[in-house]
T-cell receptor
């Protein structure tokens, strides 16, 4: 079962613009993580936000979490061509020691 | 530090053949994981090992077995490969015992079963 679902599935923007990706989930969570995957590579952890946090920043990344709506968003500001990748949200499932990944958003940043 | 390494990078099998995917990490992590990623989808957990000597099933364990050989190594075995197991397989590790620990991923093994 997929807990997190990203929206949109694909996003194409110009360099310098901001990119926003959304993630929705179904059950209660303790935390939500965002990962990035370059084509043909493994995933790289970007940021984690806990259920008692509403917003978190890391460099050009801003993550928000709305537990009442069971949704999160990842904002990448001043995007670069090197940001082109797939972005996945991942949620824990309470007591189960498992991360459940969404199907991802494919971001293309055009130079 | 090599991080998480996986071998082989690519493999083609015929239906019914067996093989073992190898994974090793040099970060002294307690927990290790095996995922599969199908086209256009996120990762699905096959098996994980919270600590040396323990293994547990994930979301899609059928058709697979695992061995946590020691703290560094975690292997995934396909006893009788099926076309439905064509996928990209990722190994990951994390340092602590908490599920919210950051996971570090290997580069993946692309497996095709004919």
């Amino acid at each position: 079962s997929q807990q997190g679902e990203e929206d949109p599935q694909a996003l194409s923007i110009q360099e310098g613009e901001n990119a926003t990706m959304n993630c929705s989930y179904k059950t209660s969570i303790n935390n939500l993580q965002w990962y990035r995957q370059n084509s043909g590579r493994g995933l790289v952890h970007l940021i984690l936000i806990r259920s008692n946090e509403r917003e978190k920043h890391s460099g050009r990344l801003r993550v928000t979490l709305d537990t009442s709506k069971k949704s999160s968003s990842l904002l990448i500001t001043a995007s670069r061509a090197a940001d082109t990748a797939s972005y996945f949200c991942a949620t824990d499932e309470g007591s189960a020691r498992q991360l459940t990944f969404g199907s991802g958003t494919q971001l293309t940043v055009l130079p | 530090n090599a991080g998480v390494t996986q071998t082989p990078k690519f493999q083609v099998l015929k239906t019914g053949q067996s093989m073992t995917l190898q994974c090793a990490q040099d970060m002294n992590h307690n927990s290790m994981y095996w995922y599969r990623q199908d086209p256009g989808m996120g990762l699905r957990l096959i098996y994980y090992s919270a600590s040396e000597g323990t293994t547990d099933k994930g979301e899609v364990p059928n058709g697979y077995n695992v061995s946590r050989l020691n703290k560094r190594e975690f292997s995934l075995r396909l006893e009788s490969a099926a076309p439905s197991q064509t996928s990209v397989y990722f190994c990951a590790s994390s340092g602590g015992l908490a599920i919210d620990d950051e996971q570090f991923f290997g580069p993946g093994t692309r497996l095709t079963v004919l």
